[in-house]
């Protein structure tokens, strides 16, 4: 067999196995990833995939064996590295979680990931402190300033800041790149004077006779629309959606159903209901299981309930089987809603 035909055999094999841990099927995708290991013993993607599937079932001790496999053959396997820092916290065994967020935050700064690297840092920080783990995160927020981040990058500077200094230090507020480092001073420019006897004026802007500050600029429309960003009708409610919904489902035609049970979501998510928009999206991938929309959908709830591991697996896996299929679009709306997670 040539190494073109072995490669698609791969391919299909771990396509199948991105589909089957997608739908639930976890023993079906240990299945097809301990396939597509046979076929390319050389790659580390089966086991760290693997890994994932049996760690988003909690099945921690489980996921660790595949993800020291995973390293075993890629020492830098970025997804296998978090995998295995995520799975020894989950098994709590801190001070080992900590050391493996540290290795992978210098795999992270090695490629150029300066804000991933800060994050990573900083989670090992927060598991085991350290005057030399402090020093290491103190380095890479210095590395990351020095790239002018974006802001995502001013996002991870903020969340290391807080566990460094013990405080949340405002986005618009630092010199340069925007946040300090460690020990410099976080006094905000334009604050409210201080008066003597130690009041704040709350109106009061430094300077006598200074134009008084333009109001802020309206913030732009987001890059592109969310996967429950729909135009419900005016005035319709989660009631009158959910009749709708019933009866297209109970007529199990596709499309309508898709769609009424997508506008349902929505209208539970407007109205602060997760679950209920959770459930509408669950049912709709009895209709189509292999719709990305869906999946980004509840990679925002997910989101909103605070479940971001799981939120990042999910959304992790439609990127993989997006680009397994060549699918330009949804590698797009994947890259988009990466960068409106920040």
């Known amino acids: 067999m040539t190494s073109e035909a072995l490669y698609e055999r791969y391919k299909d094999a771990?396509?199948?196995?991105?589909?089957?841990?997608?739908?639930?099927?976890?023993?079906?995708?240990?299945?097809?990833?301990?396939?597509?290991?046979?076929?390319?013993?050389?790659?580390?993607?089966?086991?760290?995939?693997?890994?994932?599937?049996?760690?988003?079932?909690?099945?921690?001790?489980?996921?660790?064996?595949?993800?020291?496999?995973?390293?075993?053959?890629?020492?830098?396997?970025?997804?296998?590295?978090?995998?295995?820092?995520?799975?020894?916290?989950?098994?709590?065994?801190?001070?080992?979680?900590?050391?493996?967020?540290?290795?992978?935050?210098?795999?992270?700064?090695?490629?150029?990931?300066?804000?991933?690297?800060?994050?990573?840092?900083?989670?090992?920080?927060?598991?085991?402190e350290g005057r030399d783990r402090r020093r290491t995160l103190e380095r890479l927020i210095r590395q990351l300033r020095a790239t002018e981040p974006d802001e995502s990058g001013g996002l991870a500077l903020e969340r290391a800041l807080q566990v460094l200094e013990g405080h949340a230090v405002s986005l618009g507020t630092a010199p340069a790149a925007g946040l300090p480092v460690a020990g410099e001073s976080t006094a905000v420019a334009g604050a409210p004077d201080q008066e003597p006897d130690g009041r704040i004026e709350l109106g009061r802007v430094p300077g006598e006779g200074q134009a008084p500050e333009p109001p802020p600029e309206p913030e732009p429309e987001p890059a592109y629309r969310r996967a429950l960003d729909r135009d419900l009708a005016p005035g319709?409610?989660?009631?009158?959606?959910?009749?709708?919904?019933?009866?297209?489902?109970?007529?199990?035609?596709?499309?309508?159903?898709?769609?009424?049970?997508?506008?349902?979501?929505?209208?539970?998510?407007?109205?602060?209901?997760?679950?209920?928009?959770?459930?509408?999206?669950?049912?709709?991938?009895?209709?189509?299981?292999?719709?990305?929309?869906?999946?980004?959908?509840?990679?925002?709830?997910?989101?909103?309930?605070?479940?971001?591991?799981?939120?990042?697996?999910?959304?992790n896996l439609v990127a993989k089987l997006a680009e397994l299929d060549g699918n330009a679009d949804v590698v797009s709306r994947v890259a988009a809603a990466r960068n409106d997670r920040g």
């Open 14 to 128: 771990l396509k199948r196995g991105h589909v089957a841990s997608l739908r639930g099927r976890i023993e079906d995708a240990l299945a097809a990833y301990a396939e597509a290991a046979a076929i390319a013993p050389e790659r580390s993607t089966p086991h760290t995939s693997a890994g994932t599937a049996l760690l988003g079932i909690r099945r921690p001790a489980d996921a660790l064996r595949h993800y020291d496999a995973a390293l075993r053959i890629s020492a830098r396997d970025e997804a296998a590295l978090l995998g295995r820092a995520q799975a020894l916290a989950t098994l709590g065994r801190r001070a080992d979680a900590a050391d493996a967020f540290d290795a992978l935050a210098e795999s992270l700064a090695l490629s150029g990931k300066a804000a991933d690297a800060v994050d990573a840092a900083r989670r090992g920080l927060e598991l085991a």
């Open 236 to 315: 319709a409610d989660a009631a009158a959606l959910a009749i709708r919904a019933e009866a297209a489902v109970d007529a199990r035609i596709a499309g309508p159903a898709l769609d009424s049970l997508m506008d349902l979501a929505a209208a539970y998510r407007r109205d602060g209901q997760i679950d209920g928009a959770m459930d509408a999206c669950y049912l709709a991938l009895s209709f189509d299981p292999d719709d990305a929309g869906l999946h980004l959908a509840l990679v925002e709830l997910y989101d909103e309930r605070g479940w971001t591991s799981l939120a990042t697996d999910k959304l």
